[in-house]
């Protein structure tokens, strides 16, 4: 992820519940007012609607096709997104990559492009942990919660980096990598395309800007910038023309990108995701063919 932000672990709809906030007092041992009935009420209510929108969505999205999360197409998201963030489309060996690219993020590595600053490595080396106490990175995480949302290696040098590389020799930490990408990114972007009514590449164009963008609700983040685009076009779930939606969305995208980093290499939009759409490939069919940072990659 290459920002910092609050994640969003899934895309559901969001319901606002009632809170109850009790002002301070003078007196220490002031008692905390309960909630009232009604409020509790309200939480359920709230609750209760959010599981029955969720459920309504789980039908709706049973019923379509794979399109993404279809084992070959899921490898070729891997494959793309990787020549972005690794320089390379075979993705299994980015395991160990671990770097600081200069970009305020900290060190970047993994398969996804983890990120010390982003808060998302923080979150796969706690969730390892958990399940492999006595891991190689565990001894680091007092020292990522500190510099958890900067570029700081403060209590990471000198051997941060090599404590990684050494953990991505183990197939656990490899599946660990490969379930919290899934889990932050890939299965977010492809249910929340999918309820937009976006097809393959739409699915991989919200995929890809997750990625990159993170998983945020501000102006900058995926969510920011898929609101941006909704008061531009409207969705095809909403009636709108696809292309036209996508179009729309890849600009925002591409403004975003130039805004935070002037100057910046928009590949991964211009000579990657746009010219699949403009050649009308909406369901990410093979052969393809892009550039990537100078680079050209081809998928037969």
């Known amino acids: 992820m290459k920002r910092a932000g609050v994640l969003l ?3 559901v709809p969001v319901i606002a519940t ?31 609607r959010a599981e029955e929108e969720r459920a309504a969505d789980d039908a709706l999205i049973a019923d379509l096709p794979p399109g993404l999360a279809a084992p070959a197409k899921k490898e070729l998201a891997q494959q793309l997104v990787s020549s972005a963030e690794n320089s ?12 600081d690219l200069g970009d305020g993020c900290g060190y970047t590595a993994g398969i996804i492009g983890f990120c010390t600053g982003t808060h998302d490595l923080l979150t796969l080396v706690e969730r390892y942990t958990e399940a492999y106490p006595g891991n190689g990175l565990a001894e680091y995480l007092p020292a ?13 040098d000198p051997g941060f980096t090599a404590a990684w ?25 492809v249910r929340l395309a999918k309820l937009d ?42 009636g709108g023309p696809e292309k036209t939606y996508l179009k729309t969305f890849l600009d925002v995208r591409r403004d975003a990108m130039k805004t935070k980093r002037p100057g910046i290499d928009t590949s991964r939009v211009d ?28 998928l037969p």
């Open 18 to 48: 009632g809170v109850y906030f009790v002002m301070p007092t003078d007196s220490a041992d002031a008692p905390v007012t309960p909630p009232t009935a009604t409020t509790q009420s309200s939480r359920e209510d709230a609750k209760s």
């Open 165 to 189: 590389q050494a953990e991505a020799e183990l197939p656990a930490f490899r599946e660990a990598q490969e379930e919290e990408r899934d889990r932050v990114y890939f299965e977010p972007a």
């Open 271 to 298: 000579t990657a995701q746009r010219r699949f759409l403009e050649a009308g490939n909406l369901k990410l069919d093979t052969p393809l063919v892009w550039e990537m940072y100078g680079d050209t990659y081809r």
């Open 197 to 238: 009514g976006l097809g393959t590449l739409g699915q991989f164009v919200y995929f890809d800007a997750m990625v990159f963008h993170g998983p945020d609700t501000d102006a900058e983040g995926f969510y920011g910038l898929r609101e941006q685009a909704m008061r531009e076009a409207k969705t095809p779930g909403q």
């Open 88 to 99: 390379t489309t075979k993705w299994r060996t980015s395991y160990g990559t671990v770097e």
């Open 144 to 156: 990522l919660r500190e510099v958890d949302g900067s570029d700081s290696h403060e209590g990471l």
């Open 9 to 11: 672990l899934a895309a």
